[in-house]
């Protein structure tokens, strides 16, 4: 079983539709959570990054998470063509282990005009 | 402020062969951590550089090695390269711990080795 499980996709919605994107996890010590956007021949973004259970927004983005259930989601709000883009979630153990993100394998999102 | 830049973007080299990566970090960043992206997969992680040391490291064998310079500029080395490794290399720098600090990634480098 992997630590992180994402829902590959693809996933095709109408321009100006809320995107519900999500994982699951298996390990109870993260601690931190990231969404990454990520374009065609282009590294990952940074898009949304919590600590601790709750919800987290940043303009027509809202990251959440559960962890009692390990659970997280990413919902954008009046999805645009220009949020086309593979969304890959992060996580990561406590401070001390920098740099090492446990990736979910990425949805894949098109948002059709 | 100046991001993440990696070269060369991409390469071809041939089986058994060996290829260096390399990577500029974020201004103001000291943490390097390089990831390999299979086609369809999230980035695993290969390695962190803090302080010119290695400080962690993934489930890669000793063929992949890496260097961080007194400038936090970093080097990924690949040696006796083989099919599977054909992928994209991402190189991310943050500051010190990842609380205050997430990962900013490059662009990456595409590897294709035949």
């Known amino acids: 079983q992997k630590e992180v499980e994402q829902d590959p996709g693809p996933l095709s919605v109408p321009e100006g539709a809320i995107v519900s994107l999500n994982c699951t996890y298996s390990n109870s010590a993260f601690q931190y959570f990231m969404w990454y956007r990520q374009y065609s021949r282009k590294g990952p973004e940074l898009l949304m990054y919590?600590?601790?259970?709750g919800n987290k927004e940043d303009g027509r983005f809202t990251a959440q998470v559960d962890k009692s259930s390990k659970y997280i989601s990413l919902f954008i709000r009046d999805s645009q063509p220009s949020d086309s883009a593979t969304y890959l979630c992060?996580?990561?153990?406590?401070?001390?282990?920098?740099?090492?993100?446990?990736f979910g394998q990425g949805t894949t999102l098109q948002v059709k005009p | 402020e100046t991001g993440v830049t990696q070269s060369p973007t991409h390469l071809i080299k041939t089986r058994g062969q060996q290829v260096t990566l390399r990577c500029s970090s974020q201004s103001g960043h000291n943490t390097v951590s390089w990831y390999q992206q299979a086609l369809g997969q999230g980035p695993q992680f290969i390695f962190q550089?803090?302080?010119?040391?290695?400080?962690g490291r993934g489930n890669f064998p000793p063929r992949f090695s890496g260097l961080q310079f007194p400038n936090y500029s970093s080097e990924l080395n690949v040696n006796a390269l083989e099919l599977d490794d054909s992928a994209l290399y991402l190189c991310a720098s943050s500051f010190g711990d990842l609380a205050a600090s997430p990962l900013h990634f490059g662009n990456g480098t595409r590897l294709t080795v035949t």
């Open positions: 919590t600590y601790s259970s």
């Open positions: 992060a996580m990561q153990h406590g401070s001390g282990n920098t740099g090492k993100l446990i």
């Open positions: 550089y803090y302080r010119e040391e290695e400080n």
